[in-house]
């Protein structure tokens, strides 16, 4: 199974990105998808995550500026940022998991979303 991430670049705080995620391979017939991010100096935090029927779920700071989105047929996983932050201002990896996980069984390989402000 490979992730491959798309959609990061540069936006002036306010603005809007959206990060796109197509999964490829055999993933699980049921799974949970999703994306974390990594600034610099930090660790990597969870930022949303999806089900195959659609319950969201989001870390506290990008409640209502971010949105995540799936296609299941396509086995893509799409998330709309808005709003946007300097301290949003990371690498962004999608991931995969099996639903009893607690953590990915799959990432894809990050995206740099930078945030000038």
């Known amino acids: 199974v490979q992730l491959q991430a798309s959609g990061g670049g540069l936006v002036q705080a306010g603005g809007s990105l959206r990060l796109s995620c197509a999964a490829s391979g055999s993933i699980f017939s049921d799974n949970i998808m999703g994306w974390y991010r990594q600034a610099p100096g930090k660790q990597r935090e969870w930022v949303a995550s999806?089900?195959?029927?659609?319950?969201?779920y989001y870390e506290d700071s990008v409640k209502g500026r971010f949105s995540i989105s799936r296609d299941n047929a396509k086995n893509t996983v799409s998330l709309q940022m808005s709003s946007l932050k300097p301290e949003d201002t990371a690498v962004y990896y999608c991931?995969?998991?099996?639903?009893?996980?607690?953590?990915?069984?799959?990432w894809g390989q990050g995206t740099l979303v930078t945030v000038s402000s």
């Open positions: 999806i089900t195959r029927g659609h319950l969201t």
């Open positions: 991931f995969a998991r099996r639903p009893l996980r607690t953590t990915p069984d799959y």
